[in-house]
């Protein structure tokens, strides 16, 4: 999976709690994004980082933020999970070069229940 | 608002026989274009990646890009029941745009 681990796998949290999904790659990709997959809607972009410290709202970005300190990380929190936000949360990696934009390789996923 | 659009299918097809998806974008500055396959409980793969008009072959894999009518398609020869998977197609106008996927067709090869 192109060196991108997520953590947790599986998480079950309660309305209301702050929630913290890790995402930690081994490959140096400057490119770092947050997507969530739900049923008929597909993939939608959360947030992306295009360096450390850099960082920009994709689609579906109301109730995330994103933090990013070090290259190889990059972490998203739901500051107050609601049962709306219960999903498949993917990062994804990518290598800009040339013109054209880079393929995203994904980490294996978080599956987040909010009760 | 970007938008790419996929038939959601399912689109059956015989073991055997080729397999067309087909995928439409609505930014005609669209430089990128990828294809991906998920299978169930698992993780987008990139299949392929295309960027100039015309084919491109990678073994049972084609992808083919229109610019002009804003298409691009993936065949898949010699289907087999292992290709069965939801193919995601992804589109983004340059280096630095976001890439935006399609809600995916749902493939299944009947044996």
Known sequence: DAGITQSPR??????????????HQTENHRYMYWYRQDPGHGL?????????????KGEVSDGYSVSRSKTEDFLLTLESATSSQTSVYFCAISDPRGQGNSPLHFGNGTRLTVT | ????????????VPEGAIASLNCTYSDRGSQSFFWYRQYSGKSPELIMSIYSN??????RFTAQLNKASQYVSLLIRDSQPSDSA?????????????????KGTRLHILP
Not at chain 2, 54 to 59: A, F, I, L, Q, S
Not at chain 2, 87 to 102: E, H, T
């Open chain 2, 54 to 59: 015309g084919d491109k072959e990678d073994g």
């Open chain 2, 1 to 12: 608002q970007k938008e790419v659009e996929q038939n959601s299918g399912p689109l059956s």
């Open chain 2, 86 to 102: 939801t193919y995601l197609c992804a589109v983004s106008a340059n280096r630095d745009d976001k890439i935006i996927f399609g």
């Open chain 1, 44 to 56: 939608r972009l959360i947030h992306y980082s295009y360096g450390v410290k850099d960082t920009d």
């Open chain 1, 10 to 23: 599986h998480k079950v949290t309660e309305t209301g709690t702050p929630v913290t999904l890790r995402c």
